[in-house]
């Protein structure tokens, strides 16, 4: 049985205390050698977006030098960060479906891992089979997190990059259809709207004839709940300028002085299919071959994201409506992604 160390303040005499930029956010770890216990005191984010968490602890097989590193850069979402690669429920387990399903295999393919953030993507890739994986990112911050994660368990089969923002004036250092698979692991939110059409074009442009592009993770702008960075019902409808202004003064994520811009860069407008589709010329999107399996994807990896049987009931039940008005979407070669809360399309470069 798991005891609590919350408030005993000599339990922590053996822990090493991690940096942060937050007085209030405590984090202490305590090696094990092959792994190390975790204990955050203070406001943080546990995975799947639960704010205002006060206390918690959890093991992770991270490095004290990388969990450092994260805790620096990442302060309140340190917890969120660390369990994407180290929960296999969290991350690893949809990425391990999408895969079986639409049969796809990683192994000798050359791969891109477009905006791979803290690296937590590039390091399931590995563990999924892939033997070619290029992961790039803006952030030089971010890139060394990345670097250090995966030097705590592959020594090879990988190459991080530096790059600069794709925004029209500046293109992906690689050549036309240098890669078989181009995979956005929730990304494509944090792309400012005006730049989407332009970074998708690069991707599918470094992409080879009949590969693939996968847009995983990114928040549907159908959706009824903007949930990725305001927590709000109803503002995805609104005119930018007012859903901005509704988000400053009425969502608790959202400081009432956050510009329009890092707003949007925080992910705060999502994708639609057809803004996604739309951009990639002669691409195929699987999910409409692959219809059943479509759905299914999407609502276990939907499901997965929830510990209330309540609300995977209601999840369930969703998919079943889903089911029953599938053929109507079939008659307008629409796929059921297109109506889920976050996006999972595979499109082939045909």
Partial sequence: MQVSLMGNAKAFEHYEKLPSTFQDLEIYV??????????????????????????????????????????LRKGRFFRDEVERSENPSYLQRKIEILLKEFDISLSDKRMLDFGCGAGASTLIFLRCGATDVTGVEVDETLLDISKSRLKDFFQGDYRLIKIDYIDGRYRLPFSDGEFDIVWAQAIMEHVLPDQRRFVLAELWRVLKENGLLVIMGTPNR?????????????????????????????????????????????????????????????????????????????????????????????????????????????????????????????????
């Fill in 30 to 71: 305590k090696d094990f050698g092959v792994s190390r216990k975790i204990c955050i005191k203070g406001s943080h984010v546990m995975p799947g977006g639960s704010y205002h968490c006060s206390y918690s602890e959890f093991e992770a097989q991270l490095s004290l030098q990388t969990l450092s590193k994260i805790a």
């Fill in 222 to 350: 159908l959706w009824i709940k903007e949930f990725h960075t305001s927590n709000l019902f109803l503002v995805n409808y609104l005119p930018l300028g007012l859903a901005t202004w509704v988000a400053r003064h009425c969502s608790r994520r959202v400081p009432v002085d956050q510009s329009q811009e890092a707003l949007l860069s925080d992910g705060f407008r999502g994708c639609t299919y057809w803004e996604i589709a739309r951009a990639l010329e002669n691409g195929l999107c699987l999910n409409k071959i692959f219809r059943k399996k479509d759905l299914m994807v999407g609502i276990q990896s939907w499901s997965g994201d929830s510990n209330s049987m309540f609300r995977k009931g209601l999840i369930k039940i969703y998919g079943f409506l889903m089911r029953l008005v599938d053929p109507v979407l079939d008659l307008f070669d629409l796929p059921q992604s297109a109506f889920l809360p976050s996006h999972i399309l595979v499109f082939r470069k045909s």
